[in-house]
């Protein structure tokens, strides 16, 4: 049980350093659409081919994208099920962000204003 615990904190581990690149989240953001090319990922972020495949290979050793070469065309597709550990994660702290905006927004609401009375 101990173990399964320890790869599975691991694994979302990775998951959040292979989200922690700015160019890896645009390259997902995309294959949330459709499915591209190496090349098709790459164009739009100014990056070469070599650049763009080894983002790629980040995000499939974290199961986050999946490979298919047909010919000279490598297609890459997005896999989300490595993120629900990682949403799950969030979620847990999720109402604590909640808590803090709804204080902030009672502070808001009770602030004086220009005249001097209360909102």
Same mark, same amino acid.
């Given at each position: ?22 160019? /890896?989240?645009?390259?997902? &953001? !995309?294959?949330?659409?459709?499915? #591209?090319?190496?090349?098709? +990922? =790459?164009?739009?972020? $100014? ?18 994208? /999946?490979?298919?070469?047909? &010919? !000279?065309?490598?297609?890459?597709? #997005?896999?989300?099920?490595? +993120? =629900?550990?990682?949403? $799950? ?31």
């Amino acid at each position: 049980m101990l173990n399964y615990m320890v790869d599975q904190i691991a694994d979302m581990d990775a998951v959040f350093q292979a989200l922690a690149n700015g160019a /890896r989240r645009n390259m997902l &953001g !995309r294959l949330a659409e459709t499915d #591209l090319t190496v090349g098709q +990922l =790459a164009e739009p972020l $100014a990056m070469t081919l070599a650049a763009a495949s080894k983002h790629i290979k980040v995000l499939e050793r974290v199961g986050l994208v /999946r490979q298919t070469v047909s &010919g !000279r065309r490598h297609v890459c597709h #997005l896999e989300p099920m490595p +993120l =629900a550990s990682a949403a $799950a994660w969030l979620r847990f702290y999720e109402r604590h962000w909640d808590e803090r905006l709804d204080d902030l927004e009672l502070l808001f609401d009770s602030e004086p204003t220009g005249d001097g009375e209360v909102r």
